[in-house]
């Protein structure tokens, strides 16, 4: 049997969810789907000039799963601009640190449920220290 999945601390859900191409109609478009935890990984790594290691801290996750996410992420996204295809932001397995409901928890079903008291005072003591 399987180990399930590790839940992956981002600090913010992306904004915008769909990037594609301009001039070519949506209801004939393929697409490729980044994860949350990738989106947060290219984030950390890309835009924010993090290591590894700070950005798996912050996401909770060993430096390895924090390096295969990131790779995935990258190949991604250099799939949807090379090919020319819609670029889908969604799912995952993640927690989102600072949103409004800090015992919002997100899946990959897209739907949401409610992490438990020691989630949410797991939370908190990552807050006070950051």
Request: contains cysteine.
């Amino acid at each position: 049997m399987a180990r399930p999945p590790k839940w992956r601390k981002v600090d913010q859900e992306p904004v915008v969810t769909y990037f594609k191409p301009r001039g070519i109609p949506l209801r004939g478009l393929d697409e490729v789907v980044l994860t949350v935890e990738g989106f947060e990984a290219l984030r950390m790594s890309d835009m924010e000039g993090m290591d590894q290691d700070a950005a798996a801290v912050r996401m909770g996750i060993s430096r390895q799963t924090f390096g295969r996410i990131l790779a995935t992420a990258r190949k991604t996204l250099s799939t949807a601009i090379v090919k020319g295809i819609g670029l889908r932001i969604e799912g995952g397995n993640y927690i989102c640190n600072r949103s409004a409901r800090p015992d919002k928890v997100a899946s990959s079903s897209g739907s949401e449920s409610f992490s438990s008291k020691a989630d949410q005072s797991l939370d908190s003591d990552q807050d006070n220290r950051l």
